[in-house]
C-alpha cells in the first residue's frame, strides 16, 4: 500500500505561485503514472495533471495548461506541481494520487487511482 504525503499549500494573491509537493513511501511510484487532482468546495474531484511513469508525457486541463508544472524525481520518490500565476479560480484542496497499475498510460477519472494524500489547501484571494 502506498501512502502520500501532500506539502506546500497555503493562501496566496492572485499572480502568486506555489509549489506543491507529494512524498510516496511504502511503495515506489517509479513505474507508477501519477496525477494531481483538486476538489473546491461544493464541486467534485476533477483531474488538474498527470505525468507517466518515464515522464515522457505529461496532461493538464485546459484551465492550468501554460500556468502548472507537473514533474516528478523517481529518486525521491515524490512528485510536484509548480502552480504559477494562480487565480481565484484555482482555490481547492490538492491531493495526489497514484495508478495502481505500473506502466499504465494517464488516467483522468478519480476512480482509476487507488492511493491518496490527505490534500493540502491551496486559496487565492483576488
Known amino acids: 500500500q502506498t501512502q502520500l504525503v501532500e506539502s506546500g499549500g497555503g493562501l496566496v494573491q492572485a499572480g502568486d505561485s506555489l509549489r506543491l509537493s507529494c512524498e510516496a513511501s511504502?511503495?515506489?511510484?517509479?513505474?507508477?503514472?501519477m496525477a494531481w487532482f483538486r476538489q473546491a468546495p461544493g464541486k467534485e474531484r476533477e483531474f488538474v495533471a498527470g505525468?507517466?511513469?518515464?515522464?515522457?508525457?505529461?496532461a493538464y486541463i485546459p484551465s492550468v495548461k501554460g500556468r502548472f508544472t507537473i514533474s516528478r524525481d523517481n529518486g525521491k520518490n515524490a512528485v510536484y506541481l509548480q502552480m504559477n500565476n494562480l487565480k481565484p479560480g484555482d482555490t481547492a484542496i490538492y491531493y495526489c494520487?497514484?495508478?495502481?497499475?505500473?506502466?499504465?498510460?494517464?488516467?483522468?477519472?478519480?476512480?482509476?487511482?487507488?492511493?491518496w494524500g490527505q490534500g493540502t489547501q491551496v486559496t487565492v484571494s483576488s
Open positions: 505525468i507517466s511513469w518515464n515522464t515522457i508525457t505529461t
Open positions: 511504502g511503495r515506489t511510484i517509479t513505474t507508477y503514472p
Open positions: 494520487a497514484t495508478s495502481p497499475q505500473p506502466f499504465r498510460t494517464i488516467q483522468y477519472a478519480a476512480n482509476e487511482y487507488a492511493s
